[in-house]
């Protein structure tokens, strides 16, 4: 089992920023591939970046591309998410998951986090 606990998500004016985290914890969590992944009132979960323990990898949707940054705290098994240049259309519960592969399918990912609320106003 591998435990995730998100926070840093807020309220927010357009073009501010938040660094959001995830706390892991559990067996082996550092073997598995992390992601986040984002859902607004309505639609449906959308990927937003991905990467692993290991190494340097990361993947990011186009859209937050350029303004989202995934990172790794290994000593603190800390996830970050740093986000930049924020949009009203960026608002959105986050979710951090663990899976078995770097991918933008959420249906790779078996483990989530209970998600942090970021709301960015115009």
């Known amino acids: 089992q591998v435990q995730l606990v998100e926070s840093g998500g807020g309220l927010v004016q357009a073009g501010g920023s938040l660094r959001l985290s995830c706390a892991a914890s559990?067996?082996?969590?550092?073997?598995?591939?992390i992601g986040w992944f984002r859902q607004a009132p309505g639609k449906e979960r959308e990927f937003v970046a991905a990467?692993?323990?290991?190494?340097?990898?990361?993947y990011y949707a186009h859209s937050v591309k350029g303004r989202f940054t995934i990172s790794i705290d290994n000593a603190k098994s800390t996830l970050y998410l740093q986000m930049t240049s924020l949009k009203p259309e960026d608002t959105a519960v986050y979710y951090c998951?663990?899976?078995?592969?770097?991918?933008?399918?959420?249906?790779?990912?078996?483990?989530w986090g209970q998600g942090t609320q970021v709301t960015v106003s115009s």
């Open positions: 998951a663990a899976g078995s592969r770097i991918d933008s399918d959420y249906a790779w990912y078996d483990y």
């Open positions: 990467g692993a323990w290991t190494n340097d990898y990361t």
């Open positions: 559990g067996r082996t969590f550092e073997t598995y591939a």
